[in-house]
């Protein structure tokens, strides 16, 4: 559910409105790059992603991880530093602990869906897989989106290790600084092996891998809708 308007435990000094915008900046709450749908503060230049901003219960349960109970944080607890065990990412902000795993999960990708679906094409989220990863070409790495015919795979840390090596720019030195556009992902993603041996398998193999790749970094960027998968799409070839 969205909100036009919300108050926000984190800037009690004001109200956050409901806006979107193609875009990228860095979430306040997880510390993650975010783009398209964020709560933001006018007068404070202070952004949410959606999933940060709507915070409607202090515990998560997620089927990966059936017996953990995830409780909301607002920092990482203790001094060791932690990582999310989707992304493989830091945490420094909000975050979803499980006191007795040690399991923590960033808000977005602990909403990560469960299903990617354009209508022809679905890819399904899993914890682990036994193929590898069309972008790193390594096994069994962290959450990976994988295509029903078992035959595409992707890292969700892969995707977030592509933002982060295409976005260094937005943040420079602490300070809060905008792009014009959002990064060239151009010839990341490889061919499996298996699909070269044809022109038309190399070309549903390219519209997967397009597919996947777009709708990945939308989810991760807090705002899985067609609308920025498409914007993302058009930098893709």
């Given at each position: 559910?969205k909100?036009?308007e919300?108050?926000?435990f984190?800037?009690?000094?004001h109200?956050l409105?409901f ?6 900046f860095?979430?306040?709450g997880?510390?993650?790059v975010g783009?398209?749908s964020?709560y933001k ?7 949410l992603?959606?999933q940060c901003?709507?915070?409607t219960?202090p515990?998560l349960f997620?089927?990966f991880y059936?017996?953990?109970?995830f409780?909301?944080m607002?920092?990482p607890?203790?001094n060791?530093?932690?990582y999310?065990n989707?992304c ?10 499980c006191?007795s ?9 602990a ?7 354009d209508g ?7 914890r682990k897989?036994?193929?590898s990863?069309h ?6 790495r ?9 035959s ?10 592509m933002?982060v090596e295409?976005?260094h720019e937005?943040y420079v030195?602490?300070?809060k600084g905008?792009?014009n556009?959002?990064?060239?992902l151009n010839?990341?993603l490889h061919?499996?092996h298996n699909?070269?041996?044809?022109k038309?398998?190399?070309?549903k193999?390219?519209?997967i891998?397009?597919f996947?790749?777009q709708?990945v970094i ?10 920025i998968?498409a914007?993302?799409a058009?930098?893709i070839?």
């Amino acid at each position: 559910m969205k909100y036009n308007e919300i108050s926000h435990f984190s800037h009690p000094q004001h109200k956050l409105r409901f806006e979107y915008s193609e875009f990228p900046f860095k979430c306040d709450g997880c510390k993650e790059v975010g783009i398209g749908s964020r709560y933001k503060c006018a007068t404070c230049d202070y952004d949410l992603h959606m999933q940060c901003g709507m915070i409607t219960s202090p515990t998560l349960f997620h089927p990966f991880y059936s017996k953990c109970n995830f409780e909301f944080m607002s920092a990482p607890p203790g001094n060791t530093p932690r990582y999310c065990n989707a992304c493989e990412k830091d945490v420094s902000g909000f975050v979803y602990h499980c006191r007795s795993c040690g399991f923590d999960l960033h808000p977005c990708c602990a909403k990560l869906p469960t299903v990617l679906d354009d209508g022809e094409v679905k890819l399904y989220l899993y914890r682990k897989v036994s193929s590898s990863c069309h972008r790193c070409g390594r096994k069994g790495r962290s959450w990976s989106y994988r295509s029903k015919c078992k035959s595409y795979n992707l890292h969700v840390a892969c995707v977030r290790e592509m933002l982060v090596e295409n976005w260094h720019e937005v943040y420079v030195g602490g300070s809060k600084g905008r792009m014009n556009t959002i990064p060239r992902l151009n010839n990341t993603l490889h061919v499996p092996h298996n699909a070269r041996r044809s022109k038309r398998k190399v070309k549903k193999c390219c519209e997967i891998a397009g597919f996947a790749l777009q709708f990945v970094i939308s989810a991760l960027l807090g705002d899985p809708t067609p609308l920025i998968a498409a914007i993302v799409a058009s930098f893709i070839s």
